[in-house]
């Protein structure tokens, strides 16, 4: 074997000098409400602390495999909830406390974190950990199809060294090939000896020479098995990395991005080739958009600056035909260290360095059976060249996604090909560092290279902002499987009611996967016989797509009110954030008496704001029901009905002049800070601002004010919020979604009736 490199930095370099697209989600799905819509299951292990490290996805048997801190475990893909088998794996005894005694943290290095999974044959998997600095290997019985059996082999336990990495999170990557695993890794305790190793089964283990100029401080991101051709004694495993460069001309160095291949059949211990490319990111994250014969998957690599001053993320797309041609283009040569690169033109040695041997490469006399028995010139010339001369270029010379004002970090990657109406669509899932995960669909702009991304979906997986370390698609279930180190979530990739009722809110979406069936917003199966179904990816005008729908809907009536209280001469808001952030906001106001619904005529008083309303000085005749309505390419909606009320000066004045100690008002709050003495209340106060036709409202706002807060305040404080309330905070609300949480925070009936 032997293999070349090659660079794929122009992709950075690129992006950088082209102007982000708008980076607003078309939806923001927090949390809370992806699990109470099934869209997300979460699973956190059964210890407590997860600690996830791994994960191995098996289609053929429905399961997922999942390795973390001292465990492994074993999910039924089938199940709604997700139910599991554990095994507990802690390191070997004593290592804990080596781990411990050569100076690692014991609470967070010297555990056993499982890092390795693959399948091995029918009916055992293999599985690596850390082993607290140890690292281990065992096979895992996890029995035939349909069983769901999981248990460690005990008797198949040895080391990992060379197999898996010494520490928890440094990067590496493997993959099994036949039966063997290959990885690239840095294989020593200090993490100074990186090579790319070839283990397990029946041959015995190589790994590639030690040597700075072929491997300088990698960063392995992925291994992936390419076939090149029909022949399986050709078949490569492609490693994708990054190295330190130390330029001719300069005392810094640079992180290059690298791809290297190894000849999978007939491998030896031969060095290979690298790249020389400064560039100013360095990819995260490698996904091998497959393809039906397997030979030219499109590689995805997400990218993101290494910079401390400019923040940003690329993605790129790399062709396996544009890899292999510089593979198989000039070598690169430097007369020394001092010289600069340039393309190797002399005699090229046979059989050529990078070539797999094979029965192609065997000469009738000559007969290679690994590349040790090469002649000593290959392996010389090899050992002088480990670099290719060209650069690998991304498609199109561009990248096809730049996002430069997002605020975190990507960091995973995965790809869905998916059909829609008008065409594909590549849509792609970032996870981020941020617990989050990006739904984006790249569309081609027609008649030319030049592409436009909608941001669909951000989706907040976790509660908390943890990086999001693996992802998985699964396009069979359509799911794509989330882990962060806490746990790993199970995400449907759509759910096309979420993105509303109407025809227009399905077709504004953009989302491929959704389409209007005449009735609602459904999954869009390209294959389906039904005519009635409009989806308009490309340019998202609900127009030309719902004609026949109805695309103003006089649909005041229909939302949900809240009710605001507003002090006289003080500032207020009415918020309003529409769904979409790309929709624009109008607002109506209907004044009592008259029933006629006028536009707000915003001036330096009422400013119109990102987020709502804003009454800087509050007038008396400012009172009534106030409507958000949100315009997107002709597709009107109200979301927001407010009825605000407005407090007169006089009757606050009145109300917080006075401290009326004596008259402790029994209050129904079984809170501490509502003992009998404790409160010098206003409470009554506050019941005759209020016309009487008001009393539920004011009810609710009370409730939620002294029964909602789990602190304990005092009278001051209290009093305070109180008018920080009064002031413009959102006190009530009445409509169907609102009920169970007003109910929980409502006192009793009785004690309010004055
Ligand atoms: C979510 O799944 C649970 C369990 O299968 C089910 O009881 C519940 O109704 C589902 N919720 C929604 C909103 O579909
Ligand atoms: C799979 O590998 C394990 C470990 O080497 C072995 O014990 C088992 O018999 C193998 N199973 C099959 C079906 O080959
Ligand atoms: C359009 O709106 C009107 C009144 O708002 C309603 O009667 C009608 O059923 C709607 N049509 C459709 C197709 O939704
Ligand atoms: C209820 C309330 O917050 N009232 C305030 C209105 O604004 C004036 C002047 O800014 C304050 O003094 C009031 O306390």
Not at 404 to 426: F, I, K, S, Y
């Amino acid at each position: 074997m032997r293999a070349a490199v090659s660079v794929v930095s122009v992709c950075w370099l690129g992006a950088a000098l082209l102007a982000a697209g708008r980076s607003l989600p078309r939806l923001r799905l927090p949390y809370r409400e992806l699990l109470g819509t099934n869209r997300s299951i979460l699973f956190f292990g059964n210890r407590g602390f997860l600690g996830f490290r791994s994960l191995y996805l098996d289609e053929y048997r429905d399961r997922l495999f999942i390795g973390g801190k001292d465990v492994l475990y074993s999910l039924l893909l089938d199940r709604a909830s997700m139910d599991a088998k554990e095994i507990y794996w802690p390191p070997l005894p004593g290592q804990t406390e080596e781990c411990f005694q050569k100076g690692k943290d014991p609470g967070t290095d010297c555990a056993n974190y499982i890092r390795v999974l693959h399948p091995y044959n029918r009916t055992h998997l293999l599985a690596c950990g850390t082993g607290a600095f140890h690292p281990v290997c065992a096979f895992v019985y996890v029995g035939h199809r349909g069983e769901h059996t999981f248990s460690l082999d005990p008797t198949s336990v040895e080391t990992g060294r060379g197999r898996c990495p010494h520490e928890p999170s440094r990067a590496f990557a493997s993959t099994i090939i036949g039966g063997e695993l290959y990885a690239g890794l840095t294989a020593d305790f200090l993490g100074r000896d990186p090579g790319i190793f070839r283990s397990t089964g029946t041959r015995s283990a190589l790994r590639t020479e030690v040597d700075q100029r072929l491997l300088n401080d990698p960063k392995f991101v992925a291994a992936h098995l390419i076939p090149d051709n029909n022949d399986r004694d050709n078949d490569k495993a492609y490693f994708f990395f990054t190295e330190k460069v130390v330029e001719a001309d300069s005392k810094e160095h640079t992180i290059v991005s690298r791809v290297a291949r190894v000849c999978v059949l007939v491998a030896s211990g031969r060095p290979w080739a690298s790249g020389r490319n400064p560039m100013v990111s360095s990819p995260e994250d490698v996904f091998l958009l497959r393809t039906k014969d397997g030979k030219s998957p499109e590689i995805y690599a997400l990218f993101s600056t290494i910079s401390h001053v400019f923040q940003g993320s690329a993605v790129c797309v790399y062709r396996m035909a544009d890899i292999r041609e510089v593979f198989n283009g000039p070598f690169a040569h430097r007369e020394s260290p001092y010289h600069r690169w340039g393309a190797y033109e002399g005699r090229v040695p046979y059989p050529r360095p990078g070539v797999c041997p094979s029965k192609t490469t065997n000469q009738p006399r000559r007969q290679y059976g690994t590349t040790k028995d090469f002649p000593d010139e290959v392996l010389h010339f090899a050992r002088a060249h480990p670099l290719m001369y060209k650069l690998v270029y991304p498609r199109h010379r561009r990248p096809l996604l730049v996002k430069t004002d997002l605020p975190h970090r990507l960091r995973q990657l995965v790809v869905d090909r998916v059909e829609a109406e008008d065409g594909q669509h590549d849509v792609l899932f970032l996870g981020t560092d941020a617990g989050s995960v990006l739904k984006v669909v790249v569309l081609q702009k027609t008649s030319s290279a030049m592409t436009e991304e909608v941001i669909l979906e951000e989706l907040q997986v976790f509660k908390a902002p943890v990086p999001i370390t693996q992802m998985e698609i699964s396009v069979k279930r359509q799911t794509l499987y989330v882990g962060s180190s806490l746990g790993v979530a199970q995400v449907r990739l759509h759910q096309c009611e979420t993105y509303g009722t109407a025809c227009a809110e399905c077709c504004l979406a953009r989302d491929p996967y959704c389409a209007w069936d005449g009735t609602a917003c459904t999954r869009y199966q390209p294959s389906g016989k039904r005519r009635y179904r409009r989806q308009d990816v490309r340019h998202s005008n609900p127009v030309h797509q719902c004609l026949d729908q109805n695309l103003t809907v006089d649909d005041f009536e229909s939302v949900e009110e809240k009710v605001l209280y507003g002090a006289e001469d003080n500032s207020t808001f009415l918020e309003c954030v529409p769904r979409s952030p790309q929709a624009s906001v109008q607002w109506f106001v209907q004044r009592p008496p008259d029933e006629q619904r006028d536009e707000v005529k915003t001036d330096e008083r009422i400013l119109q704001t990102e987020h709502g309303l804003l009454f800087r000085k509050l007038h008396r005749h400012d009172a009534g029901v106030y409507y958000c309505k949100t315009l997107e390419h002709g597709f009107t909606q109200t979301v927001a009905k407010t009825a605000l009320e407005v407090i007169a000066s006089e009757q606050l004045a009145h109300t917080f002049s006075r401290e009326r100690g004596d008259e402790a008002l029994r209050l129904p709050c079984p809170r501490p800070w509502l003992a009998p003495q404790a409160p010098k209340t206003w409470f009554k106060d506050i019941m005759h601002l209020i016309s009487s036709q008001n009393v539920r409202r004011v009810e609710e706002y009370c409730a939620r004010l002294w029964c909602g807060s789990s602190r304990p305040h005092h009278h001051k404080s209290k009093l305070a919020q109180a008018k920080h309330a009064l002031a413009g905070v959102d006190v009530g609300k009445k409509g169907r979604t609102t009920k169970a949480h007003s109910e929980k925070n409502r006192m009793p009936r009785q004690a309010v009736a004055t």
